[in-house]
């Protein structure tokens, strides 16, 4: 990751965070439902790792949103 792009990975990490929240998952069953592991899903979180886009896909569907709303960054 370019430290460049660190403050993206951060925003992208808040957003799984706030939809997760909203959708009253567990790090542990957004996983089992996204198909990762539990410990991909808190380094998503914590903006430490980039994202494929077929994991966004699975998010996406696991969170019930879109792409575009995973990266609707908020200021």
Do not use: W
């Not at 914590?46 to 990266?71: H, M, R, Y």
């Amino acid at each position: 990751m370019k430290d460049e792009f660190e403050v993206y990975y951060r925003k992208f990490g808040l957003n799984v965070v706030y939809y997760r929240k909203r959708e009253r998952l567990t790090q542990l069953q957004l996983a089992e439902l996204a198909d990762v592991d539990r410990s991909h899903i808190s380094a998503i979180e914590l903006g430490k790792v980039g994202v494929s886009f077929d994991v966004i896909f699975q998010l996406c569907k696991a969170l019930n949103v879109t792409p575009k709303e995973l990266f609707d960054f908020r200021e």
